[in-house]
């Protein structure tokens, strides 16, 4: 047997598999979300989403044949296109759908640098903390990693967009960790955010202060409190089993809102009641789940740390989208892995299983 047939023996058909099974389900329910549509755009969504599907999946095989490894050697180049990315948002952006974050190009079809810079920091940080893991406590290295990953963290929250900040955050602290950085050390970071959040708050955009106002106090902005009322209608309604596909009230009648994007997940619970809503929570969490199989399977510390950084933003997106959804996060925009609409977020999701393939692939026998 060859090398090759070796390592694609060692390829997580499972993982691959219920990720086939989640893109799927997102687009039935995208489909459901958007049926009798008017508008082009929402009309558009089921076969872009299509398109981007197939697409993603391409790059998943092609990112599980590449040796990881390999781009070890590229970061400065990587980090560099990562930045650039971010940069051209301000000279040649574009509003998103909600017209609140002007934080996407049209190079012939809309791409979110964020989310392919959300794939680009898991591999750039990978390698820097592998460099540097000897010395993961030295408060020198500790700072290069926070400039690391605050130069384009930055870029992206005065776009702005505070969702994808946060799941920066989210994978500098888990990579941190994962690199064998102190509990304690993760403790002090987490004070001095704490002692940041006055600052952060005044550098917001008023309607993301809106959105955490109206989590505190739902009744103090009438608009945003209706969406998540519809939300908490919908899930509720659907009972056990739910009201059947494309038969749930809420979703048919139009009170929902952003019901293919953010509120996706109340579409599921409302047609496929707690059952359905449950499945979904828990094929996500068996795909992240096989994605840190492959930090424990890795043969060496940056396979390790890409798999930890693609299992964080996996679950923190998953918590934030679903926990917005039952009223216990703010609304960020975050979307549902696999399952919400929007074609650059489910190629990095796709992209981010493949890298984890990849080293899977090549990990310990």
């Known amino acids: 047997m060859t090398r090759t047939n070796s390592m694609w023996r060692n390829f997580d058909w499972l993982m691959l598999l219920l990720a086939v099974a989640l ?8 489909r459901s979300a958007t049926l009798g549509a008017i508008d082009p755009e929402l009309i558009n969504r089921v076969p872009n989403q299509i398109r981007y599907a197939i697409l993603s999946f391409l790059v998943l095989f092609g990112f599980a044949a590449l040796d990881y490894r390999i781009l070890s050697g590229v970061t400065p180049w990587l980090y560099g296109i990562m930045v650039l990315l971010l940069v051209a948002v301000f000279f040649f952006g574009v509003e998103g759908d909600g017209g609140l974050t002007r934080g996407w190009l049209n190079v012939g079809i809309p791409i979110q640098p964020s989310e392919i810079a959300k794939l680009l920091i898991v591999v750039t940080l990978a390698q820097f903390l592998a460099r540097n893991y000897e010395r993961i406590g030295d408060l020198r290295v500790l700072g290069q990693a926070a400039l690391h990953i605050g130069i384009p963290a930055g870029l992206i929250f005065i776009q702005p967009d505070l969702g994808i900040t946060a799941v920066f955050v989210v994978i500098w602290l888990v990579m941190l960790w994962g690199s064998g950085l102190k509990v304690r050390h993760i403790v002090i970071f987490g004070i001095a955010f704490t002692l940041m959040l006055p600052f952060i708050w005044t550098q917001m955009e008023r309607y993301q202060q809106e959105r955490i106002i109206s989590f505190v106090l739902p009744q103090a902005d009438p608009d945003a409190y209706y969406n998540i009322l519809q939300a908490n209608i919908s899930i509720g309604s659907g009972g056990l089993l739910g009201k059947g596909y494309a038969q749930g009230p809420q979703n048919v009648g139009r009170f929902l809102r952003v019901r293919h994007t953010d509120f996706i997940y109340s579409v599921i619970a409302e047609e496929f009641g707690f059952v359905g809503a449950m499945a979904v929570m828990v094929l996500i969490g068996v795909v992240i789940l096989r994605v840190l199989r492959g930090a424990r399977m890795a043969a060496d510390p940056f396979g390790a740390l890409i798999c930890y950084g693609v299992a964080a933003f996996l ?12 009223s216990l996060m703010p609304v960020t925009g975050l979307t549902l ?3 919400s609409s929007g074609g650059t977020s489910l190629l990095s999701t796709l992209a981010g299983i493949g890298l984890a393939e990849s080293v899977i692939m090549r990990g310990k026998l």
């Open 315 to 326: 679950f923190f997106q998953t918590f934030v989208s679903i926990g917005m959804n039952l």
């Open 337 to 339: 892995p696999f399952i």
């Open 23 to 30: 893109t799927v389900f997102g687009v039935l329910m995208i």
